[in-house]
């Protein structure tokens, strides 16, 4: 699987923001899909989970209320709306696929990687 994101930018504090994942080379909809950020300097950490029907999802804490992670696999995409940005969310915005049978939040159980995108908000 192929992953490609896009949607990031430069946004002020309390501005929103969707990020788009687009998937390409296998049946998307067979995938767990996740969400992950990478602040500068800090290690890369868990954002949000959906599964391969998107019934079920899971964000950290953080962003509860604020993110929004959907998919439509008709499209082979996944979707992270993100409301009132806060600084703190400044980071590198990775997408990711995991062939595990539930949502998780586990960096190491997802197999294939996009090359992420930045999203920057200013106070």
């Known amino acids: 699987v192929q992953l490609v994101e896009s949607g990031g930018g430069l946004v002020q504090a309390g501005g929103s923001l969707t990020l788009s994942c687009t998937a390409s080379?296998?049946?998307?909809?067979?995938?767990?899909a996740g969400w992950f950020r990478q602040a500068p300097g800090k290690e890369r950490e868990f954002v949000a989970s959906?599964?391969?029907?998107?019934?079920?999802?899971a964000y950290t804490e953080p962003v509860k209320g604020r993110f929004a992670v959907s998919r439509d696999n008709a499209k082979n995409t996944i979707y992270l709306q993100m409301n009132n940005l806060k600084p703190e969310d400044t980071a590198d915005y990775y997408c990711?696929?995991?062939?595990?049978?539930?949502?998780?939040?586990?960096?190491?159980?997802?197999?294939?990687w996009g090359r992420g995108t930045r999203v920057t908000v200013s106070s």
């Open positions: 990711a696929a995991s062939s595990v049978l539930y949502i998780t939040t586990k960096h190491s159980a997802y197999d294939f």
């Open positions: 080379g296998r049946t998307f909809s067979r995938y767990v």
């Open positions: 959906i599964n391969y029907s998107g019934g079920d999802t």
